[in-house]
């Protein structure tokens, strides 16, 4: 059965290139890049028992990176790109020493906190970041040639880096390692009388989360091709936090589709009304009183319950 | 030497502001076990009610305004505590993300109501003449609002330390469930309490109003001074609160003046160095 819808979502992800109007395959880009960040958001969140408020700061900074490093110095794509997700881990690195001092309600504290200081930084160094005004006429990178100006190209581009996000994302909580995070979060004590290092495995998985946020943010600065401080918002940690929350935390996919979800709703949402962040607070009320396990184990139960499986 | 003296007077009265915002987060975290994210927005609905209050009435003065838009926004709080908080209490996640979401319809709707555009809070009129002392010149709406903070300060003190409904809250703190035995209401206490946070925070709002103006966006640039200053001080602690505020307030001020670029940078370092060598905060207990 999970094999089958598995295959079944991946095929239709193949499908846009074909018969989709550029309106449509520029959305499901987006929708991939959201998804690749709560996915990443996810390793902490659900796997890791670790509430995070800051995992903008990871995908801002290393777009901000990329974006000076193309734009004003003059660095061509290639080395931007490594330089900017080799920094920004660095930073989850010692971020993570920070906030992994306290735990719970603290460590979200410390990463919202952290967060805030960067977005103030974007905003307030305005000789470095251009302030307000963001950084404009950004290029998107050629990788062996290939011009990914066109959506099309910019969509397989997309695809191929998420897959490949997918599944060492995957491999990283369904391996030895995967279960030692997942003692961690439920039984800290039992796992260090075990012998585990549970500050290290913390440690290890905000550090690679932090890494796929910097991926995000890499194909985030690509596809907009412009960076603005609100990037590193609260604003835009709480929409990727919802996506994970709405679509389940703890689940493979379901964050993806969280993502996705929060995406269409800012897209359609945005073209009536110009309110996106009370409905995202509203959102937020809602999910939270009225679905707190999220949408895909919701649904995945009432699947179960459809087909008289008792659970 | 103009310039320390009026740089320092600033960070008095900043570390003021910032004592008024954090006591009430830190009170109701002791309490609630429960990182109140509004605090922000509950603080500047507080400036912009300020605005709109001393523009269209006369007879209002900064005060009683401060008062009475105190009690507005200790209701919303308390409404949003017993409708929406009361119902996730065995859910600590559940609440922060509900006080976040509350955060983004707040001041979503401070811009939907008061505009982009920053709208500045007048000063009220007798205090506008500034002060001499000691040969210099002191703004005396700050003086004022260093004394005033020492005052909620000292009156917290008491109310947490010599009364009646300040040992219940002790005893909340201490330990719920014993609490709850012996028959202390620890539910009301919560809504006392949280009303008690945010309409501290809402009164900062109109305080902090000459010194800030309202402006959107006002939320965010307090929020995180707040969670600076709790997790400096020690989470729960009045007196960490009340010392944290202080320390930012002259580390934020001084950072401003002298390397304005710098500013956030410095911000973070008291934070780094107090969390490495004690994560719990100055003055917070341990398993807090």
Known sequence: MKWIAAVLIGGSLLLPPFFAGDFYINLASQILIAAIFALSLNLLVGFGGMTSLGHASYLGVAAYISALLTSRYGFDHGAAALISILGTTAMAAFFGVIALRASGLGFLMITLALSQVLWGLAYRMSNVTNGDNGITGLTRPAPFGFSLESPVAFYWFVLIVSTIAFLMMTTFVTSAFGSSLKGVRDQPR???????????????????????????????????????????????????????????SGTLGGPAVGAALVLLLKNYASAYIERWNMLLGLVFLFIVLVMPAGIVPGFSRLMAGLRGENR | ????????????????????????????????????????????????????????????????????????????????????????????????????????????????????????????????????????????????????????????????????LGAMIRAGVDDRQMARAVGIPVSRLFTIVFCLGTGIAGAAGVLGGPILSAYPGLDADMLPLALIVVILGGIGSLLGAFVGSFVIGFIYTFGTALFPELAYIILFLPMIVVIAFRPQGLFGRVGA
């Not at chain 2, 119902?87 to 955060?103: C, F």
């Not at chain 2, 008061?114 to 003086?143: A, C, E, H, K, M």
Request: contains cysteine; proline residues 4%.
């Open chain 1, 190 to 248: 039992r796992m260090a009388a075990l012998g585990f290092n549970p500050w290290l495995i913390r440690w290890i998985t905000f550090v690679y989360a932090g890494l796929w946020g910097a991926v995000a943010g890499l194909l985030y600065v690509y596809y907009h091709k412009y960076i603005h401080p609100s990037s590193l918002s609260t604003t835009s940690s709480a929409e990727a936090l919802l996506g994970v929350i709405a679509g389940g």
């Open chain 2, 1 to 164: 030497m103009q310039f320390w003296i009026i740089q320092g007077l600033n960070s008095l009265s900043l570390g003021g502001l910032l004592f008024l915002l954090s006591s009430g987060f830190s009170l109701i975290f002791g309490l609630m076990r429960l990182a109140n994210l509004t605090h922000g927005a509950f603080f500047m609905l507080g400036t912009y009610l300020a605005a709109t209050a001393l523009r269209s009435f006369d007879g209002l003065n900064i005060w009683t305004t401060a008062i009475g838009a105190g009690f507005v926004v200790a209701a919303l709080g308390g409404l949003f505590e017993r409708l929406v908080l009361t119902r996730l209490k065995a859910n600590p996640l559940g609440q922060v993300l509900v006080t976040l979401g509350m955060s983004f319809i707040i001041s979503d709707a401070c811009l939907m109501i008061w505009g982009g555009d920053s709208i500045p809070v007048p000063t009220p009129q007798n205090l506008q003449t500034p002060t001499r002392l000691f040969g210099f010149v002191f703004p005396t709406y700050r003086l004022v609002l260093v004394g005033l903070a020492v005052l909620v300060a000292v009156s917290l003190y008491f109310l947490i330390e010599c009364t009646r």
